[in-house]
């Protein structure tokens, strides 16, 4: 985690008082096999697009305009960049930006897609906030969102759950609304390094849903109350086909935003597949045309199991 704070506060002392927070989550912090490759993971919270992207460039760690930056950040949010200070000195950081507002719409009752909230419902750290008043607004967002889990895992829920099902059973179902390059095991290792955080976590979840008449308790474990309709899946569905949609979207995007990407992505599959990759003329030069055979392959191609597990 050091590492990381390192990069949060580098990156504050370069974008000044436009930052509110910055919060770690994935590997570095669930120490989930990451390598010397591997960037720390960050969500960086602030106020507004345009004052963070102009520090950024004041200080030369912007290769885009600012305008175009400000203008991609507001779709689709939040944008993926990279952070790498000092040639890379303190490591590299990938970050995930998105305004105060923002952010609390994805993690609110009525989020366009789960992409947030599908990681920040997991262990995360906060490494630095503006002031209090700040922290105990992301406290609030954070509980906000853990609490919401229940509103569309519910259909998913065959049989009654626990606090630590309740976790892995969400970790699944995010998992399999985005298209990832890691194995399909991968949901159950990430569930593996934080079984206490969804314990702790979900079962003040799964009590106020037996409160509020959504579960009944059955022994130790809870189960749906009601019978979830043939509407409720459909609409479920739905909103997941569409968050899909969304988050495979962004992918666009973040070839403007994230500098080098094409390298970094090679380097993620090599790592997950075990598999070395070797990419074509092509491929390197329009990745954006040429290279949708190769993922499509990778996707197809996932292995069962994680690599080194």
Not at 41 to 55: E, N, Q, S
Not at 296 to 305: D, N
């Amino acid at each position: 985690m050091s590492q990381a704070a390192a990069l949060a506060a580098e990156l504050r002392s370069v974008a000044g008082d436009s930052v509110r927070a910055v919060v770690l989550y994935g590997s570095h912090l669930l120490r989930t096999s990451p390598d010397r490759y591997s960037a720390a993971d960050l969500v960086v919270i602030v106020d507004d697009y345009r004052a963070f992207f102009t520090a950024l460039a004041r200080d030369r760690q912007l290769h885009r305009p600012v305008s175009l930056m400000t203008a991609l950040a507001k779709v689709l949010p939040p944008s993926v960049l990279a952070f790498a200070p000092r040639d890379e000195e303190l490591g590299i950081a990938k970050y995930l930006l998105i305004s105060r507002d923002d952010f609390a719409r994805t993690m609110g009752d009525d989020p366009a897609d789960h992409f947030m909230i599908a990681r920040m419902v997991q262990r995360t750290a906060v490494l630095w906030t503006a002031d209090e008043a700040t922290a105990e607004w992301l406290h609030q967002r954070f509980e906000q969102a853990r609490h919401g889990v229940l509103r569309w895992v519910a259909p998913y829920l065959d049989e009654p759950v626990d606090a630590e099902r309740l976790g892995r059973r969400m970790l699944e179902v995010c998992y399999a609304g985005e298209l990832r390059p890691e194995s399909t095991a991968r949901a159950s290792r990430i569930f593996q390094a934080q079984v206490g955080h969804f314990r702790a976590m979900f079962t003040p979840v799964l009590e106020a849903g037996a409160a509020a008449g959504m579960l009944r308790r059955l022994g130790g474990r809870y189960e749906v109350a009601h019978p979830v309709t043939r509407g409720q899946r459909r609409r479920i569905r739905s909103y997941f086909r569409r968050s899909k949609t969304r988050a495979t979207a962004r992918w666009l995007k973040h070839t403007v935003t994230f500098v080098n990407w094409l390298p970094y992505i090679q380097k993620k599959v090599e790592r997950h597949t075990g598999r070395p990759i070797e990419l074509t003329r092509l491929e390197r030069k329009l990745p954006i045309v040429f290279l949708w055979p190769r993922v499509i392959h990778v996707l197809l191609t996932r292995p069962r199991r994680e690599i080194g597990s």
